[in-house]
């Protein structure tokens, strides 16, 4: 069963109106939207904003449910010539806000006992990169930086873009997903559609203004996706 974690409404809302005979089962804190999408099976959940909410509900989807991938989709701040509804998927996700370098062994974003990021499953990689090539959306396939913060400038984040010159989207979930994905050994893929851009002067305007068209871009690829894997 495939499993897909949105953290906003707008960003679900899309993907759950594409489910066929769609159910609904509370685990824990989080409700469950099951169902099947092109005849696979799927799971779908609302994480809510932030590497808590997101670890909590990547913990529990993974515990209640048979899942043998995780997709997070939905929407984030781009840089590094990223246009607003462009798609970034992961090669790799780490956390921007973490910072154990005062012990010199780790590298900014790493987290004692991890990887410095956590690599994205290649074969959902190249399924979705085949899927966004049909589409023909522009996407670039890179890192993405998460943390606890909406970013609005590149200096928040400079340590990390001084490690990485590939980062194109910065949100605040999908590091704690890969994360919780990884400690579980199930393959994962990341893809967020830009909503703002870095330094951009309306940002929080932009967010707003593109939130959910590229929510929309986001779960279009979604359902291609799912029919392939
Ligand atoms: N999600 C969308 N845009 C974002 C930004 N600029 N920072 C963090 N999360 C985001």
Redesign the pocket.
């Known amino acids: 069963m495939i499993g897909i974690i949105g953290a906003m409404e707008v960003e679900i809302n899309t993907i759950k109106s594409q489910i066929d005979d769609l159910d609904k089962v509370k685990k824990g804190i989080r409700t469950f939207y099951t169902g099947s999408i092109s005849g696979k099976e799927v799971v779908l959940v609302l994480a809510g904003i932030g590497k808590v909410n997101a670890a909590v509900t990547t913990t529990l989807l993974l515990e209640h449910f048979d899942v043998t991938s995780v997709i997070n989709i939905g929407?984030?701040?781009g840089q590094n010539g990223v246009k607003h509804k462009d798609v970034v998927i992961s090669s790799e996700v780490l956390y921007h806000d973490v910072d154990v370098t005062k012990f010199s062994e780790y590298k900014h974003g790493q987290l004692p006992g991890s990887e410095p990021t956590y690599i994205a499953d290649k074969t959902l990689l190249n399924k979705t990169k085949s899927i966004l090539d049909f589409l023909q959306y522009n996407y670039k396939v890179g890192r993405i930086a998460s943390g606890d913060?909406?970013?609005?400038s590149k200096e928040t984040i400079k340590e990390v873009n001084s490690e990485y010159s590939d980062i194109y989207a910065?949100?605040?979930e999908s590091a704690a997903i890969a994360h919780v994905a990884t400690m579980y050994n199930v393959p994962f893929i990341i893809y967020r559609s830009i909503?703002?851009i870095?330094d951009d002067e309306n940002?929080a305007e932009d967010?707003d203004k593109f939130v959910e068209a590229a929510s929309l871009n986001a779960s279009k690829v979604l359902e291609k996706l799912i029919g392939v894997i």
Not at 149 to 152: D, G, H, M
């Open positions: 929407v984030a701040g913060q909406f970013v609005y910065i949100e605040m909503s703002d870095l940002q967010f």
